[in-house]
């Protein structure tokens, strides 16, 4: 299973970017999804995450209200619709994969995508 993560660029602050990440192989709708972020000098930390039938979805404090995940299991791809973006968004995105429960600890995802840069300028 190989992640292809895409979508970032550069935006200014309030507005919008949609990250989608396609997942390889036959088995898409059997992980529980996450996204992830890395500002520099950061650790990466939890954004949301999704459960493989797309009914549950968990998300961060800092982005409750303002991100959505989603996912197309017929197309093999999650999202994350990204509103009212702030400067302090600015990061590189990641997408994730396990197989274990719904979880906002990276600890939990066994495979990951090779991340998108997010940049909201101020």
């Known amino acids: 299973v190989q992640l292809q993560a895409s979508g970032g660029g550069l935006v200014q602050a309030g507005g919008s970017l949609r990250l989608s990440c396609v997942v390889s192989?036959?088995?898409?709708?059997?992980?529980?999804m996450g996204w992830f972020r890395q500002a520099p000098g950061e650790e990466r930390e939890f954004v949301a995450a999704?459960?493989?039938?797309?009914?549950?979805?968990y998300y961060a404090d800092s982005v409750t209200g303002r991100f959505t995940i989603s996912r197309d299991n017929a197309k093999n791809t999650v999202y994350l619709q990204m509103n009212s973006l702030k400067a302090e968004d600015t990061a590189v995105y990641y997408c994730?994969?396990?197989?274990?429960?719904?979880?906002?600890?990276?600890?939990?995802?066994?495979?990951w995508g090779q991340g998108t840069l997010v940049t909201v300028s101020s």
């Open positions: 999704i459960s493989w039938s797309g009914g549950t979805k």
């Open positions: 192989g036959r088995t898409f709708s059997s992980y529980v």
């Open positions: 994730a994969a396990t197989r274990r429960p719904l979880s906002g600890n990276p600890s939990s995802y066994d495979i």
